[in-house]
């Protein structure tokens, strides 16, 4: 009986150092432990419309409610935001200071070596601001260029100062400001008729309750998209290198999220339109360059 229950207790001891073995070689992934606890930490910067925290200290934006709602089909409830200086969203992901980055970050080359992105959600070009109603209906580059009449603003040695450069506005008609603020208060004088910004900046400056009686130019067709200028930027969430495959699971859900509508509705609260819907793209495709 003894040696009955001394071979038992062998059995037992190996078959738990068998055990310890196989979780010795397989930890668990940031994947598993988002699933199992529910809860995933993103990285924001506190930058609208990205991602920030709202007057009562709550954290919103297109990005995290972005992610909110991917994650939520997933079980994944509870989203925890940390706010870091953008500069060092990446260097703190890649300390584990949280999961993934939802903070407006553009896909690049050099960004497409430090992490993981996920496919594409927004189709960020150049946008424009007019007064209300658009009263010299302007709806491009070319507009502008092909009507002197028209006063253009645009930020001294800025993207969209070379794109419309690139589509033929003539530099001495554009008007030079070295901020955001000076160009829209020209435009809120009538100055100038058009000022032009990223789309993010736009949806930004729209989003302050104390700017009144201008508007978005919609559609409006920027260089990048007539032939000129630089290729179009696409914005997307940031995953560790080694969590891939809780990124893949991101974009089925993303896939969802553009399909049903819900994207959609995401874009229109924070103030982007139809023309930042983001094509049909792999962040692969993006990062390879054939975006």
């Given at each position: 009986m003894a040696i009955k229950r001394a071979n038992i207790k062998i059995a037992f001891l190996a078959t738990s150092a068998l055990i310890a073995a196989t979780l010795a070689g397989h930890a668990e992934t940031t994947r598993e432990r988002v699933l199992r606890e529910g809860t995933i930490v993103i990285g924001i910067s506190n930058g609208s419309p990205w991602g920030y925290r709202d007057a009562s200290g709550q954290p919103v934006g297109f990005h995290p409610d972005l992610v909110r709602a991917a994650f939520a089909r997933l079980g994944v409830n509870k989203v925890e935001m940390v706010v870091t200086e953008f500069g060092a969203l990446i260097p703190a992901l890649t300390a584990n200071r949280f999961d993934a980055?939802?903070?407006?970050?553009?896909?690049?080359?050099?960004?497409?070596?430090?992490?993981?992105f996920s496919d594409p959600d927004l189709k960020l070009a150049d946008a424009a601001?007019?007064?209300?109603?658009?009263?010299?209906?302007?709806?491009?580059?070319?507009?502008?260029?092909?009507?002197?009449?028209?006063?253009?603003?645009?930020?001294?040695?800025?993207?969209?100062?070379?794109?419309?450069?690139?589509?033929?506005?003539?530099?001495?008609?554009?008007?030079?400001?070295p901020d955001i603020q000076s160009n829209v208060s020209a435009l809120l004088t009538g100055r100038i008729d058009v000022a032009a910004f990223s789309a993010p900046t736009v949806a930004r400056i729209l989003s302050d309750a104390n700017i009144i009686g201008l508007e978005r130019v919609v559609p409006f067709q920027g260089a990048?998209?007539?032939?000129?200028?630089?290729?179009?930027?696409?914005?997307?969430?940031?995953?560790?290198?080694?969590?891939?495959?809780?990124?893949?699971?991101?974009?089925?859900?993303?896939?969802?999220?553009?399909?049903?509508?819900?994207l959609a509705k995401i874009m229109t609260k924070y103030g982007f339109s139809d023309d930042e819907k983001a094509p049909d793209l792999s962040s692969d495709q993006v990062c390879g360059g054939s975006g």
């Open positions: 980055i939802a903070a407006g970050l553009y896909i690049s080359p050099e960004r497409c070596q430090l992490v993981a601001l007019v007064a209300k109603g658009n009263p010299k209906n302007v709806h491009s580059y070319s507009d502008v260029a092909s009507d002197p009449g028209v006063k253009f603003g645009v930020g001294r040695g800025s993207t969209t100062a070379k794109n419309a450069s690139a589509a033929g506005v003539p530099e001495d008609r554009m008007q030079l400001f990048s998209q007539q032939g000129g200028g630089d290729r179009l930027s696409y914005s997307a969430v940031a995953f560790r290198k080694q969590d891939s495959d809780l990124r893949d699971l991101y974009n089925t859900k993303l896939r969802e999220l553009k399909s049903d509508g819900t």
